[in-house]
């Protein structure tokens, strides 16, 4: 599973800008640190979006593997 969540480091901890459905206490997480004075916040949102896209395409391709289809 993969999914990208905005949030703000603060004072040693990471404060979710929106709260992630459906994730477990003790996840496993990768954090990207921006430097928010170069990164546009379209650019950033479209990025996002891309992830979000590459992680459904993950979805379908683990579902194929384990027999799981859908119809079109």
Same mark, same amino acid.
């Given at each position: 599973?993969?999914?990208?969540?905005?949030?703000?480091?603060?004072?040693?901890?990471?404060?979710?800008?929106?709260?992630?459905?459906?994730?477990?206490?003790?996840?496993?997480?990768?954090?990207?640190?921006?430097?928010?004075?170069? @990164?546009?916040?379209?650019?950033?949102?479209?990025?996002?979006?891309?992830?979000?896209? @590459?992680?459904? @395409?993950?979805?379908?391709?683990?579902?194929?593997?384990?027999?799981?289809?859908?119809?079109?």
């Amino acid at each position: 599973m993969l999914r990208t969540v905005e949030g703000i480091y603060r004072n040693g901890q990471i404060e979710f800008t929106d709260l992630p459905n459906d994730v477990s206490d003790r996840t496993q997480v990768l954090v990207t640190f921006l430097d928010a004075g170069k @990164i546009d916040p379209t650019k950033l949102r479209h990025l996002i979006d891309q992830l979000e896209t @590459i992680a459904g @395409i993950q979805q379908g391709f683990d579902e194929l593997n384990a027999g799981q289809t859908r119809p079109i």
